[in-house]
């Protein structure tokens, strides 16, 4: 009788969930709005920190993201995660990861990250975010960005980095900050002509008629 006491208890009132979480926060939580505080070198080793990482990982798997920042599941510490896996070279097709400068770059983790932009030349390409799920614009990015922070293990990471990888860099960089792609997105899309309809910088998805948006 407990038994079916808990279970209907559970169903109705279930426990709150607490971040890390395991889905990816939407446009409107206050947590991707607010700047994330670095992580405190003796935190760095501790299990509630990997904890953050390794849920980060499991989100990236689950969403198919290439790039994630902690504050993505309720979590305001500046950690991000990365991952451009030969599967995404192949969704992508030949053409476009040259046109995109696309690069493959193995899992990895970068805590308490500081960008230095290499080449101020910007490109626009469209990107898109789990945490505005179905919509996608135009963004300009710097071509090419170094990233330096640490690993999991406390060693120094440096990433040195052009095209999408730059890309994603600078746009998970921003979630640190509170700021969304949306921020930043090319407000004057002329997709629609002018004069043909309105123009409209934030479209959904996949409604570029390039191939499928990324989505960190
Ligand atoms: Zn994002």
Same mark, same amino acid.
């Given at each position: 009788?407990?038994?079916?006491?808990?279970? @209907?208890?559970?169903?109705?009132?279930?426990?709150? !969930?607490?971040?890390?979480?395991?889905? #990816?926060?939407?446009?409107?939580?206050?947590?991707?709005?607010?700047?994330?505080?670095? #992580?405190?070198?003796? +935190?760095?080793?501790? /299990?509630?920190?990997?904890?953050?990482?390794?849920?980060?990982?499991?989100?990236?798997?689950?969403? %198919?993201?290439?790039?994630?920042?902690?504050?993505?599941?309720?979590?305001?510490?500046?950690?991000?995660?990365?991952?451009?896996?030969?599967?995404?070279?192949?969704?992508?097709?030949?053409?476009? @990861?040259?046109?995109?400068?696309?690069?493959?770059?193995?899992?990895? !983790?970068?805590?308490? /990250?500081?960008?230095?932009?290499? %080449?101020?030349?910007?490109?626009?390409?469209?990107?898109?975010?789990?945490?505005?799920?179905?919509?996608?614009?135009?963004?300009?990015?710097?071509?090419?960005?170094?990233?330096?922070?640490? %690993?999991?293990?406390?060693?120094? #990471?440096?990433?040195?980095?052009?095209?999408?990888?730059?890309?994603?860099?600078?746009?998970?960089?921003?979630?640190? +900050?509170?700021?969304?792609?949306? +921020?930043?997105? +090319?407000?004057?899309?002329?997709?629609?002509?002018?004069?043909?309809?309105?123009? !409209?910088?934030?479209? /959904?998805?996949?409604?570029?008629?390039? %191939?499928?948006?990324?989505?960190?």
């Amino acid at each position: 009788m407990h038994k079916f006491a808990a279970a @209907y208890r559970n169903i109705f009132f279930p426990k709150p !969930v607490k971040p890390p979480f395991l889905h #990816v926060c939407q446009v409107g939580d206050p947590v991707l709005r607010s700047k994330a505080l670095p #992580v405190p070198p003796e +935190d760095i080793p501790k /299990p509630e920190t990997k904890q953050v990482i390794s849920q980060m990982r499991q989100v990236m798997k689950t969403y %198919d993201a290439v790039g994630l920042a902690a504050p993505q599941i309720g979590v305001p510490l500046r950690i991000i995660t990365l991952e451009f896996s030969p599967k995404r070279k192949k969704e992508f097709g030949e053409e476009v @990861y040259a046109a995109r400068e696309m690069s493959i770059l193995p899992f990895t !983790v970068v805590i308490n /990250p500081h960008m230095e932009i290499l %080449d101020y030349k910007k490109i626009t390409f469209p990107e898109a975010c789990e945490s505005l799920r179905g919509y996608s614009a135009m963004v300009p990015r710097f071509k090419a960005v170094k990233l330096v922070g640490q %690993d999991q293990s406390g060693e120094e #990471v440096e990433l040195e980095t052009k095209g999408w990888l730059a890309r994603i860099i600078q746009h998970e960089m921003e979630h640190l +900050d509170g700021k969304l792609y949306i +921020d930043s997105m +090319d407000r004057w899309v002329s997709r629609v002509r002018r004069g043909q309809g309105a123009c !409209v910088a934030l479209v /959904p998805q996949f409604s570029f008629n390039l %191939d499928r948006a990324w989505t960190p």
